[in-house]
């Protein structure tokens, strides 16, 4: 079997945080997290399964330098994706967001990786249920449910490790597979 990649992106730590605790969780079937801003698509290529995640930034954006970032990020990153052909992988999302103070772009950026790796043939696993977030709006819900798991460590930090959990079980079968 081979290993599942994790590749994140972050402005403040906090998406790291969340990575190195999937892996740990994890153990031997991940590798250890990778930095957005350190890889090439030639990197995420490599895996047949793969967790991508990602805060939001600015008013609804991907990290990176437009949105205000301090590095570069996963904006940079994705016109990569482009001539990537990513049929064949399944990929899990992950997203990071503020659904206090940012309710009407509540985890936005899941939803523009997701439409991208969408793009590419991806199959996506690991959609979550909205049920015990209060947010107006989100490109990351489509057919009512988020495109991936969605963390709010700024107002609901004390639920992260038993979400982690849960959706870990659900998408390690399919990650296992891959
Ligand atoms: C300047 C700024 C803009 C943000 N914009 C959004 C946003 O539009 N939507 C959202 O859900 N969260 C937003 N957030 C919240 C972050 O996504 C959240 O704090 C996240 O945990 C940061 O992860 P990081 O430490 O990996 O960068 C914003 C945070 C900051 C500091």
Request: hydrophobic residues 40%; negative net charge.
């Amino acid at each position: 079997m081979s290993k599942i990649g994790i590749f994140f992106g972050t402005d403040t730590g906090n998406t790291r945080k969340i990575a190195k605790s999937l892996a740990k969780k994890l153990g031997d079937a991940a590798d250890a997290p990778v930095n957005i801003n350190k890889a090439s698509i030639d990197d995420l290529l490599k895996y047949d399964s793969l967790i991508l995640a990602t805060p939001t930034l600015g008013e609804g954006e991907l990290p990176g330098l437009p949105a205000g970032g301090e590095s570069e990020s996963w904006e940079e990153f994705l016109p990569q994706f482009e001539d990537a052909d990513l049929s064949g992988k399944t990929i899990a999302l992950l997203g990071l967001g503020d659904q206090v103070s940012y309710g009407d772009n509540f985890a936005d950026a899941l939803g523009i990786l997701y439409e991208q790796v969408k793009v590419q043939g991806a199959e996506i696993v690991g959609q979550w249920p909205t049920d015990g977030y209060d947010f107006s709006a989100s490109k990351a819900v489509v057919d009512g449910k988020f495109v991936g798991l969605v963390l709010d460590q700024d107002n609901q930090e004390d639920q992260t490790d038993e979400r982690l959990t849960a959706w870990l079980e659900q998408v390690k079968p399919a990650l296992a597979k891959g």
